[in-house]
């Protein structure tokens, strides 16, 4: 058990450039998890997948956020025409659903927005 | 609205107490709450975790307690170790989805 993975570690982009963060969950977890942290503040919900399945998406998320998970086992979060307000540390987690209901984070991406 | 709140950002206690760290929630549809613990440079790692029809859980030094007719929980860990000196938050579950506080830095001095 390898733990989950998430690629790049740190991005640093221009404003309006397009950003794809890639999740590797922990292996057989059905169950992955994308959040968002800025400084201070909790992991905020992003959207979650059951397999390859989108089934919940936050309505607080701009249409400019699409992610996806093809075979329901990597994840990939793509941000579109970047903005510095984008600037944050991304989550992803992931659990499987015959298991509790802890979610087992990755080392998150950071993403800074010049 | 926040539906889980940690009103302390921070709390220090000296190695070998008791460390109580709180959180509020509103949601009476939460069903399962659930503690992390974040170092620096890593993601948030499962400490512990209660059911809504349970009103403790212990768990080695770690214990948490929950409130259901205040939607308030504790984490408690005793004694303090230098090694707790971490960020932890609360987090909340409905349908198994989690809502997470902001979070409480606890400092364990030696």
């Known amino acids: 058990d390898t733990g989950v993975s998430q690629d790049p570690r740190h991005k640093i982009t221009k404003r309006g450039q397009n950003v794809t963060f890639r999740c590797d969950p922990i292996s057989e977890h059905n169950r992955l998890y994308w959040y968002r942290q800025t400084l201070g503040q909790g992991p905020e919900f992003l959207t979650y997948?059951?397999?390859?399945?989108?089934?919940?998406k936050s309505r607080l998320l701009s249409d400019r956020f699409s992610a996806e998970r093809p075979k329901g086992s990597f994840s990939t979060l793509e941000i579109q025409r970047t903005e510095q307000g984008d600037s944050a540390m991304y989550l992803c987690?992931?659990?499987?659903?015959?298991?509790?209901?802890?979610?087992?984070f990755g080392p998150g991406t950071r993403l800074t927005v010049l | 609205d926040q539906q889980v709140k940690q009103n302390s950002p921070s709390l220090s206690v000296q190695e070998g107490r008791i460390s109580i760290l709180n959180c509020d929630y509103t949601?009476?549809?939460?069903?399962?709450f659930l503690w992390y613990k974040k170092y620096p440079a890593e993601g948030p790692t499962f400490l512990i975790s209660i059911s809504s029809i349970k009103d403790k859980n212990e768990d080695g030094r770690f214990t948490v307690f929950l409130n259901k007719s205040a939607k308030h929980l504790s984490l408690h860990i005793v004694p303090s170790q230098p090694g707790d000196s971490a960020v932890y938050f609360c987090?909340?579950?409905?349908?198994?989805?989690?809502?997470f506080g902001d979070g409480t830095t606890l400092t364990v001095k030696p």
């Open positions: 987690a992931s659990r499987h659903l015959a298991g509790g209901l802890q979610q087992f």
């Open positions: 949601n009476s549809m939460f069903d399962y």
């Open positions: 987090a909340a579950s409905e349908a198994g989805k989690s809502t």
């Open positions: 997948f059951q397999n390859e399945a989108q089934l919940e």
